[in-house]
């Protein structure tokens, strides 16, 4: 299966830069599986695609401040992602540039904390409390958002729902949520339950191979507390419909369907993949020639999938993090 299959064009100007004021606002695609077809509301009309019953499987996870941006003792501007705490005040990390040398030493806050090297993907702080890092620390806005990171970007890169700290970047299909509009669900008999999935370099890691089969995830931490392991086993009872909200949401109920309650998930989801659990999808649009964009078209099937984009792109849809959404149904 190539790599090049899963390829589309998309101009620039539709990569949105800055989130909506009103989330809920936010375009919504609507592609029936059943049918072949596609229509177009707006998301806060998402209740009349839902059915009494449904079950709407969030992502909970909270996005960490953990871009650091601090300098070399020759004054040379150093970017830090912490992708991962390994231990006590060491963390796997992205730095650039990519010269930075190992065992050079990183300034940040002003002199408040200072960093070491300690290889190309890992750096260690002198601090007391690790937790004082991300204090220093900026949102993570993904590099095709051409801009720094603002103050509004605390709240909107973040779900309102977020509650469990450990994400690199945010489950962005719950973005266009608000606590009224899940209220109004969940009063028209729309079941909710949360799990957990840290977003981490897993699920943004590039495919390099030209055979995507032989593409390797990185693992991403998952839980399914027991609240909504109850409400997922109800719904099938009942067949009622388990819709995830995001492709995250959905890899840990496919890994939860293959037995795995809480621990790590690499699964990767692509044209082939026998879904298990999972009924329907509320996805962001993503990245040509991603594992994302591979899961989408494998739960709708790559020909309708790629019309849909088209239609996307044609009607000037939102593109990414902060862009518009889809329903699969």
């Known amino acids: ?3 090049s299959s899963f390829d589309y064009s998309l101009p620039k100007e539709l990569i949105a830069q800055y989130p909506l004021e009103k989330r809920e606002s936010a375009k919504l695609m609507v592609v029936k599986r059943s049918t072949l ?24 996870t909270k996005v960490l401040t953990c871009r650091l941006i601090g300098h070399k003792a020759t004054g ?23 010269r930075t040398k190992v065992g ?4 940040f806050g002003q002199g408040k904390i200072t960093g070491i090297v300690s290889n190309r993907r890992e750096i260690s702080f002198k601090v007391s409390d690790a937790n004082d890092i991300y204090k220093l620390g900026q949102v993570p806005l993904p590099p095709y958002i051409r801009r720094e990171p603002e103050e509004l970007d605390k709240e909107y890169y973040q779900t309102v729902y977020a509650d469990k700290e450990g994400a690199i970047a945010s489950p962005t299909a719950g973005l266009h949520f608000t606590d009224g509009l899940l209220k109004d669900l969940s009063a028209s008999g729309i079941n909710i339950a949360y799990l957990t999935l840290h977003v981490g370099v ?20 998952f839980q399914v507390p027991e609240n909504t392991k109850q409400k997922v086993e109800e719904a099938r009872k009942v067949k009622a419909r388990i819709i995830a909200v995001g492709t995250t949401s959905l890899r840990a109920l496919e890994t939860y369907a293959n037995g795995v309650k809480e621990g790590q998930t690499d699964l990767f989801i692509y044209p ?20 994302l964009f ?9 020909k309708l999938m790629k019309e849909a984009y088209q239609e996307a792109v044609d009607k000037k849809y939102r593109f990414y993090s902060y862009g518009d959404t889809m329903l699969i149904i």
């Open 1 to 3: 299966m190539k790599l």
């Open 37 to 60: 077809t596609i229509e177009h509301c707006v998301f806060k009309d998402l209740g009349n695609f839902l059915k009494k019953d449904d079950l709407l499987v969030l992502n909970d």
């Open 76 to 98: 040379g501007k150093v970017e830090v992602l912490l992708t991962k705490r390994k231990s006590g005040s060491i963390f796997e990390a992205m730095i650039q540039p990519s």
């Open 104 to 107: 050079e030493k990183i300034i």
């Open 202 to 221: 897993g699920t943004f890691k590039p495919v390099v191979t030209d055979d995507i089969t032989e593409h390797r995830m990185e693992p991403e931490y």
């Open 272 to 291: 082939g993949y026998k879904f298990k659990l999972v009924d329907s999808l509320l996805t962001n649009f993503h990245l040509p020639k991603t594992t």
């Open 294 to 302: 591979m899961l989408v078209c494998a739960f709708v099937g790559e």
